[in-house]
């Protein structure tokens, strides 16, 4: 399926669409944020008794009004004190990325007279956006000497990553020159770290040699070690 690009025009007509079956109010998405990757919103749903708050990777919507079911990433039913408070914070974290926002309320309000009231909030909100920024990497690197095969075993640690990056090992050679090894970094969990190894003959360096870590072409550690 083609992307659709969400424009004010479109969210309006979409909203008018939505809410056409609706028996009240649309309720309304006042800001979305995060925190830590913990999605966060703020609200208005007047007289809603249950309220269902989506978030998905798409804006893309069923004909039902709902993001389709592929799309969603998150579905919390609000507790009636997030609902009286009109603040919802939830209780896990999501990946980095694009996200949208969405509620859906309930019109439970009954009128003394009968029939539902029209001021109760019904239906799906406007979809907002939402981008969960990357965590900072943070980047340390050890050394470990392994003199009985004359070899530095050269460690790099980033925490957290949740991707995978590739990175370059720089040294200076005895004789004057330059060399550098490749390796990667295989990170599958924001929350956790990602490590490699590279191995170095110690034949080749000179006595103290500095050893310099980058990641996308910039500087992330640097090590001097006395090699002789």
């Avoid at 309720?27 to 995060?34: D, E, I, R, Y």
Wanted: charged share 20%; hydrophobic share 35%.
């Amino acid at each position: 399926m083609p992307t659709v690009r969400w424009t004010p025009l479109l969210a309006a007509v979409a909203t008018l669409v939505f809410a056409s079956t609706a028996l009240g109010v649309p309720p309304a998405l006042l800001s979305v944020g995060q925190n830590q990757r913990r999605p966060t919103a703020t609200f208005s749903a007047p007289g809603a008794a249950g309220l269902t708050l989506y978030v998905a990777s798409s804006p893309d919507r069923a004909t039902n009004g709902r993001f389709f079911d592929e799309n969603l990433k998150d579905v919390s039913f609000l507790t009636d004190s997030e609902i009286q408070s009109g603040r919802w914070v939830s209780d896990s974290k999501i990946d980095p990325g694009r996200y949208w926002v969405m509620l859906n309320a309930d019109n439970l309000c009954f009128l003394p007279s009968g029939g539902v009231d029209p001021a109760c909030a019904d239906g799906f909100s406007e979809p907002l956006p939402l981008t969960v920024p990357k965590p900072k990497t943070r980047y340390s690197t050890s050394a470990q000497k392994l003199s009985f095969i004359k070899t530095l075993a050269l460690r790099i640690v980033a925490k957290p990553l949740g991707e995978r990056r590739t990175y370059k090992l720089c040294y200076p050679t005895k004789g004057g020159g330059r060399k550098c090894v490749s390796g990667v970094l295989r990170g599958y969990d924001w929350d956790s770290p990602a490590q490699d190894t590279r191995s170095v003959r110690t034949s080749g360096l000179k006595a103290t040699t500095t050893f310099t870590w980058s990641v996308g072409g910039r500087k992330v550690a640097s090590r001097r070690i006395r090699v002789g």
